[in-house]
């Protein structure tokens, strides 16, 4: 169990990321193949969180003086992550939009059917 | 076929990512930097949210690259999406009662408390990015429940090309008043009060308003085209 314990996070940011990726491999639809790219940035900022976690750990904020600074987590990744979230969204934004042209184009979503992709 | 060999990646790549990961013990403090931003970083910016004086003093030219990327984001889905006709405004049914007095209720308060999360940025838990995103929901939700409403391009326009001017005027100063980009050259104050950190809430409230502008533009350019 203490293996659980120690790894569990990052146990499940990479069964985010693995979800993710299976479904950019596999699917032919591509409204799924975008799903399956937010998964997988979902994925990779959990990841990036649990990294900076400390154990009992806080969030690294004065928010009143003399407050105790052992056990407050790495605020780097934190803020690596803050700008990802934002950026993840409108990274979607701009996927979907290219979706709406190319079923504007092709009447289809099925990446196989549209001809310049098949593979 | 190709859902073996899909299959047979990830299981590779899996190995590969759990022995590596091993080796990365979970819960300890890793890097030293991080304890340094946290024993001197209210000392050397004023600002009491570690994570804001990271994100906007210690790496505010990495956010400047940052705020780059959602920009050159928005001009591309706005460069995907906009016809070059204009389109009429198509009927639509309009919201029923409830939602329609709920949104213009809910709108006000909620640009408030947008607003508040981004000029707090450098005291409590928030920030530039989280109040842009907040505002945006906010004019969702206009588009949700008052179909024949939209925001004004210029104003939008506007906003966002003052943040982002803001942003980076304040970091030219920072090399007129002193030696490098983005110097704090705003006295700061005692920590947490409202008016403290120097630079640090200007620029994270010009962020907000970027942020903010920018995801309402995404939102009326989905929403126009679909």
Redesign the interface.
Same mark, same amino acid.
């Given at each position: 169990m203490s293996f659980l314990n120690s790894y569990i996070y990052y146990i499940g940011s990479f069964g985010l990321i693995f979800i993710g990726l299976y479904v950019i491999l596999i699917k032919h639809n591509l409204i799924k193949v975008i799903v399956g790219l937010g998964i997988l940035d979902t994925g990779v900022n959990l990841f990036l969180i649990s990294v900076g976690y400390i154990t009992k750990g806080t969030a690294p904020i004065f928010s009143r003086p003399g407050i105790d600074s052992e056990y407050m987590v790495d605020p780097v990744p934190q803020a690596l992550v803050l700008t990802a979230i934002v950026i993840g969204v409108a990274v979607l934004a701009l996927a979907l939009s290219l979706a709406i042209r190319l079923y504007q184009h092709y009447g289809t979503l099925n990446l196989r059917k549209i001809r310049e992709q098949r593979w | 076929m190709?859902?073996t060999v %899909? @299959?047979l990646?990830?299981i590779i790549?899996?190995v590969g @990512?759990?022995l590596s990961?091993?080796k990365?013990?979970?819960?300890?403090?890793?890097?030293k930097?991080?304890r340094y931003?946290? *024993?001197e970083?209210?000392k050397e910016t004023g600002a009491? *949210? @570690?994570?804001t004086s990271?994100?906007v003093s210690y790496?505010g030219f990495d956010?400047l690259g940052?705020v780059t990327?959602?920009f050159v984001?928005?001009i591309?889905?706005g460069a995907?999406?906009t016809t070059g006709t204009t389109r009429e405004i198509k009927k639509t049914e309009p919201a029923s009662l409830v939602l329609y007095t709920g949104c213009r209720l809910l709108f006000p308060l909620i640009l408030v408390f947008g607003s508040y999360i981004f000029i707090h940025g450098h005291?409590?838990?928030g920030?530039g990015?989280?109040g842009?995103?907040i505002i945006a929901s906010g004019f969702l939700l206009i588009y949700l429940g008052c179909r024949e409403r939209r925001i004004s391009r210029i104003a939008s326009i506007l906003a966002e090309s003052l943040g982002g001017l803001t942003f980076v005027v304040i970091g030219m100063l920072g090399l007129v008043f002193g030696s490098y980009f983005l110097l704090n050259f705003l006295p700061k104050g005692t %920590? *947490?009060a409202l008016f403290s950190a120097g630079i640090i809430p200007i620029i994270y409230i010009a962020i907000g308003f970027k942020?903010g502008s920018?995801?309402a533009g @995404?939102i009326d350019?989905?929403i126009e085209?679909?």
């Open positions: - | 190709r859902r %899909a @299959i990646l990830l790549l899996a @990512i759990s990961l091993a990365i013990p979970f819960g300890v403090p890793k890097t930097v991080g931003y946290i *024993n970083g209210v009491t *949210n @570690i994570v990271v994100m790496r956010t940052e990327v959602l984001a928005a591309g889905l995907v999406l005291l409590t838990p920030g990015f989280q842009g995103a %920590a *947490n942020v920018e995801l @995404i350019n989905l085209e679909s």
